[in-house]
Structure formats: C-alpha cells, structure tokens
C-alpha cells in the first residue's frame, strides 16, 4: 500500500508555471506507474497525465500535451506534473493517484490517491 500527498499548487496567472509534487510513502515507489488526474469546479475528474512504473512511457491528455510533463524522482519517492503556459481552464484540484506495476494505461488501475492541491490560473 501506499500513500500520497500531493503539493505545489496554488494561484498563478495565465502563462505562468507551476509544479506540482505527489510524495508517495513506503519503499515501492518504482513499482508503481504514477498518474495525475483533476476535478474542475462542475466537472468530473478527468485524466491529466501517467508514468509507466517502469518510468519508460508516459501519455498526456491531448488538452495538456506540449505544456505539461510528468517526471518521478526514485530516490525521493517523488511525481511531479510541471506545468507550463497554463491557461485558465486548467483550474482545477489535480489529484496524483497509483497504479501497482501498472503501465499507466488502464485508467481503472490507479486504486490510490492524495488528497487533491488546488491549482487556479487567472486570466
């Protein structure tokens, strides 16, 4: 099992940046595909982008490609989605979730997550 808590978000303007940290607990964190997700106000939770947990591929939402990249750092047991150019209607609470050996494909897969860290971008 494994536990999550997301950080780095926050109030930023259009075009700006932010990087979003996901600290996941325990000693198989490379096990692992990694994958964020988020909640607009009225919306449902959509699929934002996923690691392999082979850390060999990694897929994006079309909506985010160009602009984000997920990216893991073993050694601190850590995901980050860094986020670039963002735009206003990626405001959103952005969720990092996990996947057991999952190749961060199969949506259904990721059976934990963090709490949420709220990401609002003006324009």
């Known amino acids: 099992q494994v536990q999550l808590v997301e950080s780095g978000g926050g109030l930023v303007q259009a075009g700006g940046s932010l990087r979003l940290s996901c600290a996941a607990s325990g000693r198989t964190f490379s096990t692992y595909a990694m994958g964020w997700f988020r909640r607009a106000p009225g919306k449902e939770r959509e699929f934002v982008a996923a690691?392999?947990?082979?850390?060999?591929?990694?897929y994006y939402t079309d909506s985010v490609k160009g602009r984000f990249t997920i990216s893991r750092d073993i050694a601190k047991n850590t995901a980050y989605l860094q986020m670039n150019n963002l735009k206003p209607e990626d405001t959103a609470v952005y969720y990092c979730a996990a996947d057991k050996w999952g190749s961060g494909t199969y949506i259904g897969g990721f059976d934990y997550w963090g709490q949420g860290t709220q990401v609002t971008v003006s324009s």
């Open positions: 690691m392999s947990w082979k850390g060999d591929s990694t």
